[in-house]
């Protein structure tokens, strides 16, 4: 299954911040991901929304991980992020094999396995090495 592309940057933001133990800007973040600014801009108000991460404002600010945020499962967090979209759309065009396909549920119960694979990795679990060296690779400071 492939992530669409602001799950993908949400998820590194969020591994990224963990491993800066701080605050940064969405500036720096943008550029440590190769990221435009106002895309990033976008995931950081949701992954704020979601409680991952918290944002101060004005002279000084800037975005760190939430208390606890290393707790949650990538799991929880993709379904969130993908807000539960399907591998298939049979909406767009309307697939005339909605009424007695079989694989559409097949393709759920999927996709559900796979969530739930996720569900025993936590972000805390993606912050050790090799990534977690990687990672700090990327800090701007």
Known sequence: MQLNQSTDIGLRVVMLLGTRGGKTTVDELAQSLAVPRNHLAKIVQRLQHLG???????????VLLADGAT?????GLI???EADGEVVNCDTPA??????????????RAQEAFYASLDEV?????????TRDL???????
């Open 52 to 62: 991952l991460i918290e944002t101060i404002r004005g002279r000084g600010g800037g």
């Open 135 to 141: 990672l700090l690779s990327l800090t701007t400071r």
């Open 71 to 75: 707790t949650a499962s990538i799991g």
């Open 95 to 108: 697939c005339p094999l909605r009424a007695g396909c079989r694989l559409r549920g097949a393709l759920r």
């Open 122 to 130: 936590t972000i805390g679990d993606l912050l050790h090495p090799p």
């Open 79 to 81: 379904r969130r992020l």
